[in-house]
């Protein structure tokens, strides 16, 4: 048995993100800790108590706790809140590991934002799974981390370049989804849930939340020129999106707001198009998104947004755009789509992506250089 102490960079939630479908999937025989990002200091956040909270367990073997509040700092100018930070964070991890009976443990990082710790906590290894571009903070803080760690886990090409000169230890381990809930889809006797059936077909959608930072404007241009399709959004919107207001007026964009996502393979199952977005954030990134891992799930013809810069994934079965007008050519493409083979290589890609397959991956790797 192992023991693993992973410091996350998002909260645990059902159903989440990479971190915790990586880490929930590695054998149950280890034991892992997995620390919550802290709240700031100097926020209203509501959670600034939860560090004080016993500890949650989704599974027998991980516990949950919430890191006490720090300066959420980006960069190497206040070394005094620095010093506070480390100090107050390394206590409350050590306390903590104590107190789980941990020894020896795997430090797992997933953000650039811990690296200060790195000479105060006790650990026999470090992993750094880099599933994101992290240019919001100081270069030199995730280049001390991948310096550090034993082995370096990039979910893109784009990004194990970037950190090539770092550290040649690296792994490709891409994003994934989960196949046990997306085969949900393949029910033919599924109904369509009720906010479907007051909008007619075709149906070009959207599965999960969309941020503030979400280009829209593919959608825009599609939608107004093509007055009779219908794009859904099954999730909520953030309102902050340049666009919302400007969709929410057109009669063929449907905002659904919140859609728990055990239900999101359901509203796949009945759209006749799939749908992917870019962050206009980071647009130039070649991180393919779990979305998309889904999405071939499902089966259903998909059409995305792609990076100038970047080689569309899947070509043979995704149909890639570059520009708003791209998107709406590909969208009439893909409404056009008949073949029943096109739809078996993407449930066959998107099988191959089963989010056990890349824990078991992740584990191997660990195990083989002695880590686990």
């Not at 400007?246 to 999101?264: A, C, D, M, R, Y």
């Not at 009945?270 to 870019?278: G, K």
């Not at 791209?326 to 890609?349: P, V």
């Amino acid at each position: 048995m192992a023991h693993i102490i992973c410091l996350g960079s998002v909260r645990w939630v059902k159903l989440g993100g990479r971190t915790q479908n990586l880490l929930s999937r590695l054998s149950r025989h280890h034991k892992i800790l997995y620390f919550q990002p802290p709240p700031s200091l100097i926020s209203q956040d509501i959670r600034k108590g939860d560090h004080k909270k016993q500890a949650i367990h989704p599974q027998k073997n991980i516990s949950l706790y919430t890191l006490p509040p720090v300066f959420h700092l980006n960069n190497y100018d206040h070394p005094r809140l620095l010093g506070y930070n480390v100090k107050k964070m390394t206590k409350y991890i050590q306390e903590k590991a104590k107190q789980e009976q941990i020894v020896d443990p795997l430090l797992w990082l997933c953000s650039p934002f811990y690296y200060a710790l790195l000479d105060t906590l006790q650990y026999k290894g470090m992993v750094y799974d880099c599933y994101q571009d992290w240019s919001l903070f100081d270069i030199r803080w995730e280049s001390i981390v991948a310096n550090r760690a034993d082995i370096l886990f990039a979910a893109s090409p784009g990004l194990a370049d970037h950190l090539a000169p770092c550290n040649t230890n690296i792994a490709l381990i891409p994003n994934g989804g989960n196949l046990s809930l997306y085969r949900k889809s393949e029910d033919l006797t599924l109904q369509a849930p009720d906010p479907l059936l007051r909008i007619p077909s075709p149906l070009l959608g959207y599965l999960g939340d969309v941020t503030r930072d979400v280009d829209l404007r593919p959608v825009y241009r599609a939608a107004k020129a093509n007055p009779r399709w219908h794009f859904v959004f099954a999730g909520r919107c953030s309102r902050e999106n340049p666009l919302y207001q400007t969709l929410l007026n057109l009669n063929n964009v449907h905002f659904l707001g919140k859609v728990p996502q055990s239900e999101l393979p359901v509203y796949g199952a009945h759209f006749d198009v799939l749908i992917e977005l870019l962050d206009t954030d980071d647009p130039e990134e070649d991180v393919v998104s779990s979305r998309i891992y889904e999405y071939l799930m499902i089966g259903k013809p998909i059409v995305s947004m792609y990076p100038a810069r970047y080689t569309p994934a899947y070509p043979d079965v995704i149909y890639g755009a570059r520009s708003p007008k791209e998107f709406s050519d590909q969208c009439l493409q893909a409404l056009m789509e008949n073949s029943g083979y096109t739809a078996l290589r993407r449930k066959q890609y998107g099988a191959e992506a089963d989010w056990n397959l890349r824990a078991q991956l992740a584990q191997q790797i660990l195990e083989n250089i002695s880590l686990l």
